[in-house]
């Protein structure tokens, strides 16, 4: 293997033992490095939360911005240098909870991004209040008599939205989870890998086990096919994993404004166009 | 000022056109405004509206000059009412002297015809005569310049020009309507009911005509601003859309967010990547952005905010101005940081202190407010061509070496900005307290460094403060003191006041504050402060830095900017 190593040395990771993020993290670090890109080419954006933390842990270029607003800044990194490959990555309270507004309208932008969600269907963190993903009944702290908000589904919300690559991966499943997160990095648009992944202190009843006895992998699915994804987004007894969706035609953001048509450099490298601007100015001299 | 000279001794006319949302009085500002220029005249235009589409009652006023005038006055010397409703909406500006020239058929009996000088003119049944009557306030724009006996040609180029987009039948009615309401001004003339004398001034072919939110544009693009991310709010919404509109021509990304919180979170990403970015918002939206802010000074991102005021709290009076969101911005935002506040007065300032506010954000890694308001926003007058020879848009990023770390503790507080992708290095930012390299640290002795380190940039925006100007008398007795856009109505105050004893102290930049602004008010025996807003925000901050309690105010907040009128008596009555 001739990719790079993400490894950033000696730290002190600020996760529970067990958790889900670490295979995470392993994963995502053998994902970049058989993709063979380059830490200096990469950024890692994330906002707040345990998930939030994993750009810390890799050797490559970190912007860690605020909770839930991980997706604005990544939107805007791709766009003014189309170069980098840029991953935004949180967690299900961060992306679905506090930053659901932007996931809606990142969707609908459709930047050549992708968007990792570690999907824990708990808030961690904070001591373990329900997340927007968390199921009917879960009890907490703060919702003492069990959740009763219909939970949020982010697949079927992405599928709505006409997301250019919607798959949902598992934690626990090393090399399919691999293999989701390659297509997704080099798939040509937004991609949203939602990733279940078991909260080894906060979440008892969304365990290792319920994931591995209530999870499935699509098999003979038309990735093309937007009303069957939907379909199976909405099946919620057990819960599917795998690439959903789809949609190579739609054309990036990064495309649609137009700026990269005639100059590919990144806007670092180009100046203002005084001529422009003094003819600009000349316009309101007013000619009759 | 005086007013009560016959219109025939006039070297500056004040029309106001009044009618209802949709009727079209923004398409007459617009071409009374460029066709009086284009004839040599000087010419100053603001608007006061409604929030609403449709219906309501909104007014501008154009001043026409001899000598250049750029502040909103009072008085009105000519009233189109193109509505009924206009002698209610503006009763405390007209006067007997004013001279209205409305319509039976559509103002009624609203005008005492013994007590105001009223003329009838049928705008609307001219229009209809030529084809319907939507070609009323075309009318109006062929009678106004008929008055001023400006050349019909140049009017009907222009006005062809204008209605160039639509199809031939309309540009050809709207020409007709031109052309009778120009006739109908010269046989007011014959009959003596309106003279005007006013000289036309020589040069104003190389002078730009233009609004705060043009200004402010070019000013950004001057400064390099190559990314603009913005939610659409009033009245900040005219930069986005002149950046917008000038995006692909210019290479500039101009992106309407799905809510200020993005269009914050964008810009600050932008700058990461190495683009120079600026929002345009305006209270309420501002509010949202400060978390924001906030992380802008945690990662020491530079950062341009446009932050036009309206009056608050809330929702306020979306269309209408204020000086109220200067205690908002000074202290948005939590945590301790350094900023900048420029409040530019003049279009020329607009202009200038944009441009500055890219340098001085990318330079010092600080977020920099240009704090506009609606009436400077919405105001045009005609205005020297902004000079951009001599600027350079120097990008102070650094090339990275593999060892780069993004916050290197130096001496004066300043760590060489990488970007990801230029250089062998890694550039890493967060929100959390960080150490050299950008990560999340909770080392406490290294978070006082870190704090250290940030607020030390503080002497250097003290070095970089832009002084603030004296204009008027040297040695005075009296010292007014204005900020932003309060300060062409108070030079022309000053100036009417005619004092040997009077200046004015005129501060562009509010915060920080320059190291003079003491010395200045110690020289004064007497002190005064005009501000657009209700409690002296300005005020305070200068009793705050130099202990000194500015007793005379005089303040407004009904949603109006300052009349010059107004002004002169209200300092008059104030001087020693």
């Known amino acids: ?288 | 000022m005086p007013n009560n000279l016959p219109l025939n001794k006039k070297k500056d006319i004040s029309i106001v056109l009044c009618g209802q949302a949709g009727q079209g009085v923004q398409s007459v500002e617009f071409l009374l405004t460029r066709i009086f220029k284009l004839a040599d005249f000087n010419i100053f235009a603001t608007k006061e509206y409604m929030s609403r589409i449709r219906g309501g009652m909104n007014s501008t006023e154009i001043r026409i000059s001899s000598s250049p005038v750029n502040a909103f006055v009072k008085r009105i010397d000519i009233l189109i009412a193109l509505n009924k409703g206009a002698l209610q909406h503006l009763k405390d500006r007209i006067s007997p002297q004013t001279i209205i020239l409305a319509e039976q058929e559509i103002v009624g009996d609203e005008f005492d015809r013994t007590k105001c000088n009223y003329i009838d003119v049928p705008f609307t049944k001219i229009a209809a005569e030529i084809g319907n009557k939507i070609y009323s306030n075309v009318v109006a724009v062929g009678t106004i310049t008929g008055l001023f006996r400006i050349d019909l040609t140049t009017v009907s180029r222009f006005v062809k020009q204008f209605f160039s987009a639509k199809s031939e039948d309309i540009v050809k009615n709207n020409l007709a309507a031109v052309k009778a309401g120009y006739e109908l001004a010269g046989s007011l003339q014959n009959s003596s009911k309106i003279e005007l004398n006013i000289d036309k001034s020589v040069g104003l072919e190389q002078q730009i005509l233009l609004n705060g939110a043009e200004a402010v544009s070019i000013g950004a693009i001057a400064g390099g601003c190559d990314f603009i991310s913005a939610y659409p709010m009033s009245p900040s919404t005219g930069v986005l859309a002149f950046l917008a509109k000038n995006a692909k021509e210019l290479g500039i990304i101009a992106e309407q967010a799905e809510d200020e919180i993005a269009a914050i979170n964008m810009a600050i990403g932008a700058w990461y990547a190495g683009a120079r970015a600026m929002v345009t918002t305006s209270g309420g939206g501002f509010a949202l952005m400060t978390e924001g802010l906030s992380l802008a000074a945690m990662l020491e991102s530079p950062i341009v905010i446009h932050l036009a005021q309206r009056p608050g709290p809330a929702t306020g009076l979306p269309t209408r101005t204020e000086q109220a969101d200067l205690e908002l911005a000074l202290y948005a935002g939590h945590g301790e940081f350094p900023r900048i506040i420029f409040a530019p007065g003049t279009l020329e300032d607009a202009f200038s202190l944009t441009q500055k506010a890219f340098d001085l954000a990318d330079k010092y890694q600080v977020p920099v407010f240009i704090l506009t308001d609606q009436y400077l926003i919405d105001s045009y007058y005609n205005s020297a061509p902004f000079e951009i020879s001599g600027i350079k848009v120097e990008k102070h990023i650094v090339k990275t070496s593999k060892d780069y770390e993004r916050y290197e503790l130096t001496e004066n507080g300043i760590s060489p900005r990488g970007i990801p992708g230029f250089g062998k290095g890694l550039v890493a930012v967060d929100s959390d307290e960080h150490d050299r390299a950008g990560h999340i640290t909770e080392d406490l002795d290294l978070r006082t460094m870190m704090v250290d380190k940030r607020l030390r940039k503080f002497e250097l925006l003290y070095s970089e403060t832009i002084p603030p100007e004296l204009t008027g008398q040297e040695k005075y007795k009296n010292l007014v003191l204005c900020w932003g856009s309060t300060y062409n109505a108070a030079v022309e105050a000053v100036k009417n006041l005619d004092r040997d004893d009077l200046a004015l102290l005129y501060f562009k930049q509010v915060y920080p504050l320059h190291k003079t602004t003491e010395d200045y008010l110690r020289k004064a025996e007497n002190t005064i402060i005009i501000e657009n807003n209700a409690t002296s925000q300005f005020g305070k901050l200068i009793k705050l830095n130099t202990g000194i309690d500015i007793k005379n105010k005089i303040l407004k907040y009904n949603g109006l900017s300052f009349y010059v009128e107004e002004l002169t008596k209200k300092l008059k009555n104030l001087l020693n």
């Open chain 1, 1 to 288: 293997m001739k990719g790079e190593n993400f490894d950033i040395g000696n730290i002190d990771i600020a996760w529970c033992p067990g958790c889900g993020n670490f295979p995470i993290l392993k994963i995502l670090k053998q994902t970049l490095t058989e993709l063979e890109i380059d830490p200096i080419n990469l950024v890692l954006v994330s906002g707040i939360g345990q998930a939030a933390k994993i750009p810390h842990y890799f050797r490559t270029n970190v912007f860690n911005g605020l909770h839930g607003r991980a997706l604005p800044p990544a939107t805007a990194i791709k766009a003014a240098n189309p170069a980098l490959t840029v991953i935004a990555e949180s967690g299900d309270g961060d992306m679905y909870g506090e930053g659901g507004n932007h996931f809606l309208h990142t969707i609908r932008r459709n930047p050549d991004i992708t968007n990792i969600v570690h999907n824990n269907m708990v808030y961690g963190l904070t001591k373990g209040q329900a997340s927007p993903t968390s199921q009917r009944g879960f009890k907490t702290p703060v919702q003492v008599n069990g959740v009763f908000l219909e939970p949020f589904n982010p697949l079927a919300v992405a599928l709505a939205l006409d997301a250019s690559f919607v798959a949902r991966a598992f934690s626990g499943h090393a090399e399919q989870t691999k293999e989701i997160l390659k297509k997704a990095i080099a798939h040509k648009g937004y991609a949203l890998v939602d990733i279940l992944q078991p909260c080894a202190s906060f979440n008892k009843l969304n365990t290792y086990q319920w994931f591995n006895e209530n999870t499935y992998y699509l098999q003979g699915h038309d990735v093309y096919d937007r009303s069957l994804a939907f379909n199976k987004a909405l099946e919620n007894e057990k819960l599917g994993l795998g690439i959903f969706y789809m949609n190579p035609k739609k054309t990036t953001f990064e495309q649609n404004i137009g700026i990269y048509e005639q100059d590919q450099r990144p806007l670092y490298e180009r100046r203002t166009s005084f001529e422009k601007l003094s003819e600009l100015i000349d316009k309101f001299k007013v000619a009759g």
